[in-house]
């Protein structure tokens, strides 16, 4: 990872992804709920809160480590959403 920068952009992009994925789904279903496709959007909107609030944390002691931990953590979340739009 080079920088905080290039974090916070991958965080906004993967997110930003899926939630336009999820309204894909809505546009192209039309006659089928979208409460859960709903309720995917809202996770991602906190995800996107949590690793944007961690990235921002100042009293970090090894920074390296904890910025791998958050990239690590926004591909398993993010993962997980996809899992979860495609089981739509």
């Known amino acids: 990872m080079a920088n905080v920068r290039d974090l916070k952009k ?3 992009y993967v ?3 899926i939630i336009e994925a999820v309204y894909i789904w809505e546009l192209t279903n039309p006659d089928k ?3 859960e496709a709903e309720s995917i959007i809202d996770e991602a909107i906190a995800t996107f809160d949590d690793l944007i609030e ?3 944390q ?3 002691e090894n920074k390296k480590q904890h910025f791998k931990s958050i990239q690590a953590e926004l591909e398993s979340r993010g993962r997980d959403l996809i899992d979860k739009i495609n089981k739509l």
């Open 54 to 56: 961690k990235v921002n």
């Open 33 to 35: 709920d979208n409460k």
């Open 15 to 17: 997110l930003g992804d």
């Open 58 to 60: 100042k009293n970090v």
């Open 10 to 12: 991958d965080i906004n």
